[in-house]
Nanobody
Framework: QVQLVESGGGLVQPGGSLRLSCAASGFSFSLNAMRWYRQAPGKERELVAAITSGGSTNYVYSVKGRFTISRDNAKNTVYLQMNSLKPEDTAVYYC?????????WGQGTQVTVSS
């Protein structure tokens, strides 16, 4: 079955960096787009970054220039490098994919940006 396992969250000071990882299994990773979403307390879940099977990327405006999504098809892993973190980046971050139109989510990893 499809599994997505996120790691790398934690507490970081404003201006700091974190790298999230999402290890995927149970589907053809290299053939599918991968996405990172986040959900802050009291807010709707929002798409943060996406990467296609061919490596094209796009980002929500609020993270452009600070976050980078990448993938390693040999390791079936997608990453989210987050730099210049701000308190408003605080949220639970989720990995997502939708092979053959079926949606799958990871369990989420908490990112807290605070001094």
């Amino acid at each position: 079955q499809v599994q997505l396992v996120e790691s790398g969250g934690g507490l970081v000071q404003p201006g700091g960096s974190l790298r999230l990882s999402c290890a995927a299994s149970g589907f053809s990773f290299s053939l599918n787009a991968m996405r990172w979403y986040r959900q802050a307390p009291g807010k709707e879940r929002e798409l943060v970054a996406a990467i296609t099977s061919g490596g094209s990327t796009n980002y929500v405006y609020s993270v452009k220039g600070r976050f980078t999504i990448s993938r390693d098809n040999a390791k079936n892993t997608v990453y989210l490098q987050m730099n210049s973190l701000k308190p408003e980046d605080t949220a639970v971050y989720y990995c997502h994919t939708a092979p053959r139109g079926y949606e799958y989510w990871g369990q989420g990893t908490q990112v807290t940006v605070s001094s």
